[in-house]
């Protein structure tokens, strides 16, 4: 195993035997610990014919190991007070949980326990697949759901990773079987796919240690994965999903952007705050709440990725302002997207960004999310350091080809979900 | 590492100036971070009928601008400083909070000393915010349990002003006029009626000082005396039934909950974490997210036998007594009927039998981690110490460590037995109606 200490936030990073990343950051403020276990395991790897396979298999993954029943590690996390959640996403799939610093060593030992040697027991698969088909039944009758899902299918279509519904379909969830969960989660959660977060009260040596002791012996090799493929070329789309009975319409507006690691993201992500997150919610809040009146909730955001993520505009309106709140939206795309933002709207953006690190860096939950997302992208361990630099480098051109790149209403998806 | 009775032992300054304003003062030198709270005792308890909503309409009006902050130049003034603003009302409180660097303090300050006492109520600005209240009420109504939620608490409750949404009802907003929520904000919005929470990597003394230059002279009004209505005995069970257009059939009961400060709220909090996991008690965080739950009794009962896809228990410590509700997610093809009778059967169950040491003793092991969670930030320890001295006073906060160990399985069975009445409760049900999508 290797080890190298980092100059930012102080966090070490360990490579154990088999792969997988261990990194480990002391706070004091609580006497409690974060723990982190994310794979490359997220919805855009499971198989086209089976979506909603990576949802399943982390709904079952925490209900049985080989040495623990499922009654047994729902005992062990209750009786400390710990609430395991496990989360899958795009291209992750994490397992998170807080605990007391005293209790440290037992939780580890279970986190790593769930992630190498699950068993997905059948009764447990039979049980998670019924709740995951009531939350699909449930997410039909939510409008923001359905209005952000189907803007979704027009962006990128059913074929595209990005363009699959995470929980699946009911088709789908009812065709999976035990052996597919165990068969993805095989395939995806190994060691050279996991890094483990360790942030709290207590030594960062220690987790490492342990670590390297619950995962000796696992290996794996390396995964070459296919790039995530373009998305199609854009052109304004416009789907309307009538749900009766809801007092309120959902409106989702969107457009695909670029790669996180693409030189132009930090540009693209002061211009999301000026569109849509400044203050109440940038130029659109400002438009459709303040000056208008319509929306509680008026905003924009963004989410470069492995593959070109969204960048996604959201406002919820009474039914009867949904194309004046439309019109609003455009109009607002489109003025940024020609004219550019100010000055004064990028060193404003500029400046709130830079200062907002400390916030997000202050809680053990938030340090450990940014140390997972820095190992994904292979960031650095001094990028908290490097980042402010980052977005200071940032200019008014710069942004301004961003604004003019993306920001066509020409191109936008629209979805709009209400009564 | 430290111990859990170490960390939750703050040493808060507490003083309250000529003008009446109470001010709490914690420092915590973790992060170059600080967070200002500013604390109301106005929530939608103290609304007339035809004034519902008032206060938490008011709190929007307090961030559209005032006397020497223009509207267009209220956005910014938090994030120069990278800081996060908000607020929010309650049947009890209404607060508003900043946190950002540690050198924006003044301007913090600055800005809840003009709310307190130089709100415009520009009159085309609230018209523009009724339109935006109706619109947040439209969107909780398109959650059918948020729909019942707020049906049940109004079928709970007969008397107490408990019973109307902070958001208050559809027909009040749209007939209350500047003018009412102007004398509302007038009323409440003054020193004596406040209390003002910085903590983070600041120094006391200074702290004060800066408190004292900015919000001192602010001129002290009558505090409004609160109107002390008691809740008569519930005699029978309620029910309500809504119908409307859906997927999925929601099960909530409720049942009349101690305040904070009775004897029996700290038993209380303990059963809640036995029948659904603990959750804690702050407000602002604890209610997000499953608690650890998977070996409570409605949990084992209801969706390990896949009668519920969900579960969750909400008591809350409030200043007059509330509600503990339990609310359910039926699974498709389970009928509301079978659902209650096996969730009733549960709670017979811990009415007639008690509950063991073993899982009380579980229960207080829960809460005592849930209570370090959820101070985990400058922001969370200071909603915390202000939500406390508004809602029950002081000395409550720094005791809820050793109040919740002491807490015997006796005293949680009575406390069962005797809050968890068939004659006390409310059921309510939503029934989706197949013409839904």
């Known amino acids: 195993m290797t080890t190298a200490a980092a100059r930012g936030l102080s966090a070490v990073r360990t490579v154990l035997d088999g792969g997988t990343v261990v990194i480990a950051q002391e706070t004091s403020l609580t006497p409690a610990v974060t723990i982190n276990a994310t794979a490359m395991a997220g919805g855009a790897y499971e198989p086209a014919t089976l979506p909603g396979l990576g949802f399943l298999t982390g709904r079952v993954l925490d209900r049985g190991t080989r040495q623990r029943a499922a009654e047994t590690i729902a005992e062990e996390l209750d009786d400390r007070g710990v609430a395991l959640r496990v989360a899958t996403a795009r291209h992750t799939m994490s397992v998170t949980c807080t605990c007391l610093a005293e209790d440290f060593r037992d939780v580890l030992d279970i986190v790593l326990d769930i992630v190498r040697y699950p068993v997905f027991p059948e009764v447990e698969v039979a049980k998670r697949r019924a709740e995951s088909l009531n939350a699909l039944r449930q997410d039909h009758d939510n409008p923001a759901v359905r209005a952000v899902e189907t803007v979704f299918e027009l962006l990128y279509g059913t074929s595209h990773p990005y363009g699959r519904r995470a929980k699946g379909t009911e088709s789908s969830v009812e065709r999976m079987t035990r052996d597919d969960l165990l068969g993805y989660h095989a395939a995806r959660v190994r060691p050279t796919l996991l890094t483990l977060v360790v942030v709290g009260d207590v030594p960062a040596s220690s987790a490492a240690d342990q670590a390297a002791v619950v995962l000796e012996g696992w290996k794996s090799a390396p995964v070459s994965d296919e790039p995530v493929p373009p998305p199609a070329p854009a052109h304004r789309q416009e789907r309307t999903l009538t749900i009766p009975g809801k007092s309120q319409a959902d409106i989702a507006y969107g457009f695909t952007t670029i790669r996180r690691l693409d030189p132009r993201y930090y540009a693209y992500f002061v211009l999301n705050n000026i569109l849509g997150q400044f203050g109440l919610g940038g130029r659109l809040a400002e438009n459709i709440r303040e000056r208008q009146g319509m929306a509680y909730y008026a905003y924009s955001a963004i989410d470069p990725s492995v593959g070109e993520g969204p960048l996604l505009i959201r406002a919820g309106v009474d039914p009867d302002n949904v194309q004046r709140a439309l019109a609003a939206i455009d109009q607002e795309v489109s003025a940024l997207g020609s004219a550019g933002p100010t000055p004064e709207e990028v060193s404003q953006s500029k400046e709130y960004l830079i200062g907002s690190i400390p916030r997000m860096l202050e809680t053990n939950d938030g340090i450990a999310s940014f140390l997972q997302t820095v190992e994904q992208f292979g960031l650095g361990l001094d990028y908290d350091r490097r980042l402010p630099g980052h977005l200071e480098a940032v200019t008014l051109d710069e942004v301004r080809a961003a604004a003019a790149e993306l920001l066509r209403p020409d191109r936008a998806a629209v979805a709009i979900a209400g009564p | ?250 099960l909530k009961m409720a049942w009349h909950a101690p305040a904070a400060t009775d004897r029996e709220f700290f038993p209380m909090l303990v059963l809640d974490a036995i029948l659904t996991g603990a959750k804690g008690v702050n407000l602002w965080t604890s209610f997000r997210g499953a608690p650890p739950q998977r070996k409570s009794r409605l949990y084992t009962t209801l969706v390990e036998r896949s009668l519920a896809s969900s579960v969750a228990g909400a008591l809350v410590p409030t200043a007059e007594p509330f509600l503990y509700t339990v609310s359910m997610t039926a699974m498709q093809g389970i009928e509301l009927p079978v659902l209650e009778a096996a969730a009733l059967e549960q709670i017979e169950k811990v009415r007639e039998q008690g509950v063991s040491g073993e899982e009380t003793a579980r229960a207080v092991r829960q809460l005592r981690a849930r209570f370090v969670f959820e101070n985990d930030s400058v922001t969370n320890i200071a909603h915390q110490l202000g939500y406390f001295e508004t809602v029950t006073g002081p000395g409550f906060f720094p005791d809820l460590q050793s109040q919740v160990t002491r807490v015997t399985a006796d005293q949680v069975s009575e406390v069962a037995r005797r809050r968890l009445a068939s004659t006390a409760r409310t059921v309510g049900w939503f029934k989706p109606r197949s013409d839904g999508a």
Request: include cysteine.
């Open chain 2, 1 to 250: 590492m430290r111990s859990v009775q170490a960390a939750a032992a703050l040493s808060t300054r507490f003083t309250t100036l000529q003008n009446g304003l109470k001010v709490l003062i914690q420092e915590v030198h973790t992060a170059p971070l600080v967070s200002v709270w500013c604390w109301y005792r106005v929530g939608s308890r103290d609304e007339a009928p035809g004034r519902t909503g008032a206060s938490h309409w008011v709190e929007h009006m307090n961030f559209k601008g005032t006397r020497n902050i223009p509207r267009d130049q209220m956005k910014g003034l938090v994030e120069r400083y990278g800081g996060m603003w908000n607020g929010y009302t309650w049947i009890d409180e209404t607060t508003y909070l900043e946190t950002a660097g540690r050198n924006a303090l003044d301007q913090l300050l600055f800005l809840e000393a003009e709310r307190m006492a130089n709100g415009l109520y520009e009159p085309e600005d609230c018209e523009s915010e009724r339109t935006v209240i109706i619109s947040e009420l439209q969107g909780s109504e398109n959650d059918p349990d948020q729909l019942l939620d707020q049906e049940v608490t109004a079928t709970a409750f007969r008397a107490h002003p408990y019973r109307h949404p902070t958001i208050g009802w559809l027909p009040d907003l749209r007939s209350m006029t500047r003018d009412d929520l102007y004398d509302h904000y007038r009323r409440y919005y003054i020193p004596n009626n406040a209390t003002l929470v910085i903590a983070g990597d600041v120094e006391g003394d200074d702290v004060l000082r800066r408190v004292e230059r900015t919000l001192g002279s602010i001129p002290a009004g009558t505090v409004p005396a609160r109107t002390l209505i008691v809740e008569p005995p519930q005699l029978g069970e309620r029910r309500v039934v809504v119908e409307r257009p859906g997927t999925t059939s929601y």
